[in-house]
T-cell receptor, first 114, second 115 residues
Framework: KNQVEQSPQSLIILEGKNCTLQ??????????LRWYKQDTGRGPVSLTI?????NTKSNGRYTATLDADTKQSSLHITASQLSDSASYIC?????????????FGRGTQLTVWP | GAGVSQSPSNKVTEKGKDVELRCDPI?????LYWYRQSLGQGLEFLIY????????KSGLPSDRFSAERTGGSVSTLTIQRTQQEDSAVYLC?????????????FGQGTRLTVV
C-alpha cells in the first residue's frame, strides 16, 4: 500500500534554532517528492521538489534531502524565524499506470516561539 | 482561473443539515483530490479523481459523504446530515498527469463549522 508518513506530528522550537522534519514513504514506483508549506488559513504551496537522482536541494534556509534507497526524506530548516510557523506537508508522486498519482503525508505542525 | 478555487471559504451549518462544497480546479488538470484537516489533526485523504477513471473513494469516512466531478472539471463534495465531528477545513488540490515535475496546486480550503 502506498503511504507517506511524517514525523513528528508537531514541533515547537525557539526562534533562531534549527530543526529537521522527517518523511518516510512506501510509494512505488517513485517519481518525485515535494515538500509543501501551509501557512495558517492558506492552502499549501510547494517549497521544493526532489526527483530520484537528487540527494539534496536547498531553497534559502530550507534544505531537503532524499534517500531513494531507504525511501526517506528530510526537510531541514536553519535559523528558524517566526514566519516558519506553519504545517509542512510531504507529497510523493508515483510513476505507475495511474499517471502520477500523489500521496500526501498528514503534515508536521511547526511552531516557532520568540 | 489562475489557481484552484474553492467555495464557500467559510460555511457554518446546523447539525443535521446537508452541505455542498465546491472545487474548481486549474483548467486542464485531470487529477483532483479532496482532503480535510480537523483541528489539531493533519491532512486526511477523502477522495481522488483521475480523468474518466472510477474515483478512489476509500478515504470517505461514512456514507454521508459523497463527491462527484462533472465533465472532468468542477467537483462537489456533499456531506449529508452533518455532524459536529465533520467540522474541519476541506482542501481541494489538482494536478496534471504524470511526469517528474508533477505538482499539486491547492485551493484555500473551505472551513466548515457544524453547530
Amino acid at each position: 500500500k502506498n503511504q507517506v508518513e511524517q514525523s513528528p506530528q508537531s514541533l515547537i522550537i525557539l526562534e533562531g534554532k534549527n530543526c529537521t522534519l522527517q518523511c518516510n514513504y512506501t510509494v512505488s514506483p517513485f517519481s518525485n517528492l515535494r515538500w509543501y508549506k501551509q501557512d495558517t488559513g492558506r492552502g499549501p504551496v510547494s517549497l521544493t521538489i526532489m526527483t530520484f537522482s537528487e540527494n539534496t536541494k536547498s531553497n534559502g534556509r530550507y534544505t531537503a534531502t532524499l534517500d531513494a534507497d531507504t525511501k526517506q526524506s528530510s526537510l531541514h530548516i536553519t535559523a528558524s524565524q517566526l514566519s516558519d510557523s506553519a504545517s509542512y506537508i510531504c507529497v510523493v508522486s508515483d510513476r505507475g499506470s495511474t499517471l502520477g498519482r500523489l500521496y500526501f503525508g498528514r503534515g508536521t505542525q511547526l511552531t516557532v516561539w520568540p | 482561473g489562475a489557481g484552484v478555487s474553492q467555495s464557500p471559504s467559510n460555511k457554518v451549518t446546523e447539525k443535521g443539515k446537508d452541505v455542498e462544497l465546491r472545487c474548481d480546479p486549474i483548467s486542464g488538470h485531470t487529477a483532483l483530490y479532496w482532503y480535510r484537516q480537523s483541528l489539531g489533526q493533519g491532512l486526511e485523504f477523502l477522495i481522488y479523481f483521475q480523468g474518466n477513471s472510477a474515483p478512489d473513494k476509500s478515504g470517505l469516512p461514512s456514507d454521508r459523504f459523497s463527491a462527484e466531478r462533472t465533465g472532468g472539471s468542477v467537483s462537489t463534495l456533499t456531506i449529508q446530515r452533518t455532524q459536529q465531528e465533520d467540522s474541519a477545513v476541506y482542501l481541494c488540490a489538482s494536478s496534471l498527469n504524470g511526469g517528474e515535475n508533477t505538482e499539486a496546486f491547492f485551493g484555500q480550503g473551505t472551513r466548515l463549522t457544524v453547530v
